[in-house]
């Protein structure tokens, strides 16, 4: 960013990074991919480097707000610097936090998810989803972050975005308003669960996999699993090789892969974010 304002010139969006994306081995997969479909499409973007921290939400959901106010107003003053007006992040936190907290404290922008920019590029023709890795028949289902659908009410973006893939997208019956946490919300990232029966991510992960597997009796056993769930639409019982959990959040992200991983099912079913199977069906993996 500060490249393109010395030579007096501005970017598209501003594409942060976060935390994650720029820290994570496994969700540093995510940032290039995506940054990959920004250069394949001639979206003009920027990304402030060294100058982004971290937006505050860790500190706010852990409860020290003071902490929270002193993150933000450090990225409010450089955005402001930058006269930054759009905004796209891979990360519900952040999203959430940028678009409806910054406000109290000044700062006023136009937050978009990167589902909801991946299914603008589609639908104006610019991502063609060819030409690359062909994802149709596979079985999808696809896990709902709690900061982008019951928090900011983005459900049909990330779905549309996996349509385009002409896979076979199947729903679990807990999904959209009555999705279940992956188990990381509210700070849980950062400390040991609580003593209970299971863990959340335990819970949600053997869900995902029944819908993929098309189990409904072990569907029919996971707590707070309502067999007339409007929306599910389980699978039928048959081959789940080669499924995918997508996901568009590098919490869930963590939580459903070493979900996944505990079940021992990594060799046959993969978790994804949604700009790592756009950029795969694209053809610009590398």
């Not at 109290?104 to 589609?122: D, P, R, W």
């Not at 569907?219 to 568009?248: F, H, M, R």
């Amino acid at each position: 960013m500060a490249d393109l304002a010395a030579r007096g010139e501005e970017p598209e969006i501003l594409f942060w990074v976060g935390c994650a994306g720029a820290f994570d081995d496994r969700y540093k997969r995510v940032t290039r991919a995506f940054v990959r479909i920004l250069e394949h499409v001639g979206v003009k973007y920027a990304v402030l480097g060294m100058e982004e921290t971290c937006t505050g939400d860790p500190a706010k959901r852990a409860g020290n707000e003071f902490l929270f106010q002193m993150q933000a107003m450090q990225n409010i003053t450089t955005f402001e610097g930058y006269g930054i007006k759009k905004i796209v992040t891979a990360c519900p936190h952040c999203f959430n936090t940028i678009k409806n907290e910054y406000p109290a404290l000044g700062g006023n922008y136009e937050v978009i998810h990167h589902s909801t920019f991946l299914q603008q590029l589609i639908n104006e023709g610019r991502v063609k989803v060819e030409g690359g890795e062909s994802y149709k028949g596979r079985r999808i289902t696809f896990h709902d972050s709690c900061y982008l659908g019951r928090a900011n009410n983005i459900y049909e973006a990330p779905r549309a975005v996996l349509e385009a893939l002409d896979a076979d997208l199947v729903e679990m019956k807990r999904s959209k308003a009555n999705g279940l946490c992956c188990g990381a919300g509210g700070a849980q990232m950062w400390k040991e669960p609580e003593p209970g029966k299971k863990d959340i991510n335990i819970e949600r992960t053997e869900e995902a996999l029944a819908t993929l597997d098309g189990n409904a009796a072990a569907l029919d056993n996971l707590y707070g699993v309502e067999s007339g769930n409007a929306g599910a639409t389980p699978a039928p019982k048959g081959n789940s090789q080669n499924s995918i959990i997508a996901v568009g959040c590098p919490f869930c992200m963590t939580m459903m892969s070493d979900g996944v991983k505990g079940k021992e099912r990594e060799n046959n079913v993969q978790v994804f974010d949604l700009a790592e199977l756009v950029a795969s069906a694209e053809g610009l993996n590398v």
